[in-house]
């Protein structure tokens, strides 16, 4: 069993693939040391997650479907939150979490925006720390075998039987790539659009797992929808900018102001105000920004000095001391945020145990699609990634329980691909990956951002193709031992064939809808039809889409008719 | 914010590339930077490299002190590239290295691995005490809880091992990071693996020096020394019945005999086969296959080696002597492979036709103990400790008796089994 990425997704499947059977042989595949890399370790608010006896699944559900405007897939929805009550039980008993507790002892839930009941379980604002480190240590505990520093290029195939047989994999520290073969694969790599100028993961996520899926031509979903987070640090210049200032200040009663002072949520959204959902609040501030009631920064400013400076300091202290790092303070004064990109809602077409359609390969995490439909929740985030690496896990020891059979890749395909990702070493001219990256960004942020618009998204089709020409020009360093900059040239290729996808999948969308918010089409238009945006890719390397309408198996919006059943 | 917002700095940066060889040497960059409080060292190399040199290399991944990637040597003390801003640093000159004692992959790149095997050797892994469906219910002020407060968030930097004088060159010393969590576990309620747990922790507690560097240095300001002193306390309060329960000195083996003989079950083996009974008798009440199996596998890490002392026919003693023998061989711990050269005493008994062979040392602080022929005792000169013949405490400090090897004669040589 091979596993890419060594997430919450990643590492939940490896330990329920173990516990369902230890004979299994795995092999986790990171790209950076063990148990560092990726997001889910950067997780601060929260895993939503039904405990108490005043809330339900029924009622998670319906949060979930109402956040994600109603395009979720409902049986992954509905599957996300009945298994988390199980999953995040697990976590505390066999892996040794150990979540905040309420004075008597039990576990506490706190606020977040969209939701119905407290639901949050955390610890601190610090929550992804606690899951990653204790689940790591259960992947030491079982001895499974971690390649860190490895990076996944591309997915292998049998050409003859159309079955995925494993990955391309670089070793980082030499240069070196491998064959990885294996019965199953799984692709948990995560998302994170780190191709916008701000953006709240960290800048070593570049999309390779949905970009070795569109490659390997798996069907992909929704892909327009990406998540802008509304409050990311602003420090100009810096790496750090857009990263995140946790959802829970404004479930705890933050505010927003522009730079004439206006509590400008009150006017977006009376009733929530601050606590509306992340897409609208993100646009709203977007709109604010853009219509020259920023600050300096390009900002907005929070504010939770209201809140108490000692309150603040308790329940924020990540928070608090990464604004005191850059001369801010939470505790006291306002400060300066902006909308950051965030998540990827779409991602690979999978099922509620990971299967996608090709055989032997799985897909669990951020780089799949469909449970949070055009919007996530906060906290449903890390819930996603820790149920379906559980369900992946034991789908994948299930799968593995019956057949164990290794295909063989196609030899011409392995002996391509390593020419093609050699090619830039040692090229003397062309471009340079980071200016092309920034010009990607720039792209990114002004025609396929927060709010877009129909000739912008046009336009950023062709020159999303103009950028993947260049790329191909570009020029690296010879040497591979720890090359970064053939990292970043890998990472770029990968944003590019995500960009391929967002900005033809956004222009497909005439409508605004959650995250995905259109000038020229303002309104939601539940009433031609719900539908999500499939894509694949075609030859030329552009995606080849479809429309299909949601199955509404579960629960329609008010706005359509009375749902099918309860 | 301060008066001066930015300025000119000098970056002096480590460069060494295993594949040219050579020593490794700093380069010298200048930046001019716009504003010190928003430029982290992380910001900087990000410059460096694109301005100036491609061919830097260095690590990062979250860039916002949750992962623990960019940590290195900033003006000769430990950091997060990603944690320090420039304004933090008031020479002219900032000098940047890799982390000390770990070896360099690339510039200020190091390979982690010594870290995480001294971290695994602390069982870092909780193992539920019972079976639970539902999560413990433990009261915020209850002591254990504040004892382990923040203790948990460590992201593995490796910073205060790289600050320790004692991690690199004790063999035997897992380090702060590892004794940090172990105390984590030792002081959770719900953790399945205690004894063994502290078996563990106390070997190597007590060749702390208590200088604070882990915790002057540590980016999340957690206090490992804290953490020491804790399991410190704990070994007092439980270390010598722990001993008796954990340890079972091993008996004798006959002299020239078939060979190989039984091994006999060394004390770090004894850990092992008890925990994983442990996992058994738990799985028959309902524990599940999860622990069995996972403890089976963890518990195959320690390393044995077989070291020769040499022809039996050699080792003579008169009756109630004890030998000091030298044992050379190498070993590989977290750091460094290394020669030792250790003595190692051999107790014969040729009327009972028995070799017993001790560990030479002491089990209180690892002192050397050596044999006193007219006293007929053990002894070690640090704090005074003395044992009788068979190994067990006579006085002093040491808190249960000295370690016998696991023995064995094959082609005439006797062997030691080291762990």
Redesign the interface.
């Known amino acids: 069993m091979l596993t890419l990425g060594m997430g919450a997704a990643a590492q939940l499947a490896a330990l329920n693939a173990y516990d369902a059977n230890p004979d299994l042989n795995i092999l986790i595949v990171t790209k950076a040391l063990r148990g560092k890399g990726g997001c889910s370790r950067m997780v601060q608010g929260g895993f939503n997650v039904v405990l108490d006896q005043g809330d339900s699944h029924q009622k998670h559900f319906m949060d979930t479907l109402k956040g994600g405007q109603f395009i979720n897939n409902q049986e992954m929805a509905k599957t996300l939150v009945e298994q988390a009550t199980y999953t995040i039980k697990e976590m505390e008993t066999i892996y040794g979490c150990f979540f905040d507790r309420k004075p008597d002892g039990t576990v506490h839930q706190k606020a977040f925006a969209g939701q119905s009941f407290d639901r949050t379980v955390h610890k601190g604002d610090l929550t992804g720390i606690e899951i990653i480190s204790r689940t790591t240590e259960q992947i030491m505990k079982r001895g499974i075998r971690v390649l860190e520093e490895h990076r996944a290029l591309d997915l292998l195939y049998d050409r003859e039987r159309g079955q995925v047989t494993g990955a391309l994999v670089m070793n980082i520290r030499t240069g070196e790539l491998m064959v990885v073969e294996a019965a199953a694969t799984l692709v948990a790599t995560g998302g994170g659009p780190t191709c916008y100028r701000l953006c709240a993961p960290g800048p070593e996520k570049s999309l390779d797992g949905l970009a070795m899926l569109y490659r390997a031509g798996v069907e992909m979903m929704d892909m327009e929808m990406i998540q802008f987070h509304p409050t990311g640090l602003i420090v100009p210049g810096s790496v750090v900018a857009g990263a995140l200032l946790e959802e829970g200040l404004r479930g705890a009663g933050a505010y927003l102001y522009n730079s004439e002072g206006e509590r400008y949520m009150l006017r977006y959204d009376p009733e929530k105000k601050e606590r509306a959902t992340r897409d609208v609040v993100s646009r709203s501030s977007y709109l604010e920004i853009m219509a020259g009631r920023g600050y300096p920064g390009g900002g907005v400013m929070i504010d939770a000095a209201h809140l108490g400076k000692d309150f603040v300091e308790k329940n924020f202290p990540g928070m608090t001391e990464r604004t005191r790092l850059f001369g801010y303070d939470l505790a006291r004064k306002p400060v300066e945020v902006s909308p950051t990109a965030h998540f990827l809602m779409g991602g690979a077409v999978v099922n509620k145990d990971t299967e996608t359609a090709i055989p032997r390969l799985f897909v669990a995490g951020e780089d799949a699609g469909g449970v949070h439909g055009a919007n996530r929740l906060g906290g449903n985030g890390i819930a996603d990634s820790c149920v379906f690496g559980r369900q992946s896990g034991k789908a994948m020891a299930r799968f593995l329980a019956t057949d164990r059979d290794i295909p063989e890749s196609d030899p011409e395909m392995v002996q391509g691909l390593a020419d093609h990702y050699r090619a830039p070493l040692g090229r003397v001219s062309g471009p340079v990956p980071a200016d092309l990256r920034d010009r990607l960004r720039e792209l990114n942020w002004i025609k396929v951002g927060i709010v877009r618009q129909g000739e912008a998204l046009a336009e950023a089709q062709e020159e999303v193709e103009e950028l993947m020409a260049e790329a191909m020009q570009a020029k690296v360093p010879k040497e591979t031992n720890y090359n970064m900059i053939w990292g970043e040239w890998l990472s770029l290729v990968n944003m590019l064939d995500f960009t391929r996808m967002s900005s033809k999948s956004a222009s497909l969308r005439e409508e605004t809808r959650g995250a995905h918010a259109r000038s020229d089409f303002p309104e939601q238009n539940d009433a031609t039809g719900l539908y999500n945006i499939f894509l694949r890719r075609g030859e030329d390397g552009r995606p080849v889409t479809e429309k299909r309408p949601v199955d509404l198996k579960y629960a329609s919006p008010p706005s359509i008719a009375a749902p099918k059943e309860a | ?1 301060a008066e001066t917002k930015g300025g000119k700095k000098t970056f002096k940066v480590f460069r060494y ?1 295993p ?1 040219k060889g050579g020593e490794g040497h700093f380069d010298t960059f200048d930046l001019e930077i ?2 010190y ?4 060292i ?2 900087v190399l ?1 410059r460096i ?2 301005e100036h040199d ?16 960019c940590g290195m040597v900033i003006n000769g003390k430990e950091g997060l590239a ?2 320090t ?1 420039v ?1 933090d640093l008031k020479t002219p000159e900032i000098t940047l290295r890799p982390l000390n004692h770990f070896p360099i ?3 200020l ?1 190091v390979d ?1 691995e010594p870290f ?1 095997k001294k ?2 050797e602390a069982m ?5 005490a019972e ?11 209850t002591w254990e ?1 504040k004892a ?1 407060d ?1 203790a ?5 930097c490796g910073c205060c091992v790289s600050s320790c004088t004692m991690a690199f060159w004790h063999k035997d010393y897992l380090g702060p990071a590892a004794l940090n ?1 172990s105390m984590t ?1 030792l002081a ?1 309620s ?2 399945g693996l205690h004894d063994e747990r502290l078996a563990t922790a106390m070997e190597s507690c007590y060749n702390c020096r208590l200088e604070f560097n882990c915790t002057e240095v540590c980016p999340k300001e957690i206090s490992p020394t804290r953490a020491i002193k804790y399991i410190h306390r704990m070994a007092i309060s439980q270390g010598p019945g722990l001993a008796q329960r954990l340890s079972p000195a091993p008996e004798p083996v006959a002299l020239p005999a078939p060979e190989p003989l039984t091994p006999e079950m060394s004390r770090r083996r004894f850990l092992g086969r008890s925990a994983v009974s442990l996992g058994v008798v738990a799985g028959a009440a309902l524990v599940g ?2 622990s069995v ?3 089976s ?2 518990f ?1 890490k320690p390393e044995c080696k077989w070291v020769s002392l040499g022809p039996l026919e050699k080792l003579t003693a008169a009756p109630g002597e004890v030998l000091t023998i030298y044992a050379d061989y190498s070993l590989e711990d977290g750091f460094y492979k290394r020669q030792e050269h250790k003595p190692v005493l051999v107790e014969m008994d040729r009327e009972k036709n028995k070799v017993t062979a001790f560990n030479s040392r002491c089990t209180h602080l690892g002192c050397t103990v050596h044999w006193d022929q007219q006293k007929k005792l053990f002894l070690c000169a640090c704090h005074g400790g003395t044992f009788f013949p068979d190994g067990t405490v006579k006085s002093g400090p040491p808190p249960r008796p000295l370690d016998r090897y696991e023995t064995k004669v094959s082609g005439g040589q006797l062997y030691v089994l080291e762990a």
């Open positions: 914010m590339d594949a716009e504003d409080y928003a430029t982290t992380l910001d990000f490299q694109r491609q061919s830097l290399s260095f690590r990062y991944a979250c860039r916002v002190a949750m992962c623990g990637s990603c944690k801003v304004a992959v690339k510039d790149t982690m995480f971290y695994e870092p892994y909780f193992d539920p079976e639970a469906s539902e999560p413990a219910i433990v009261r915020p002020d809880r382990i923040m948990t968030d460590c992201i593995a969590r576990l959770d719900r953790d296959l999860v199996s996972a403890l596998a963890a195959k």
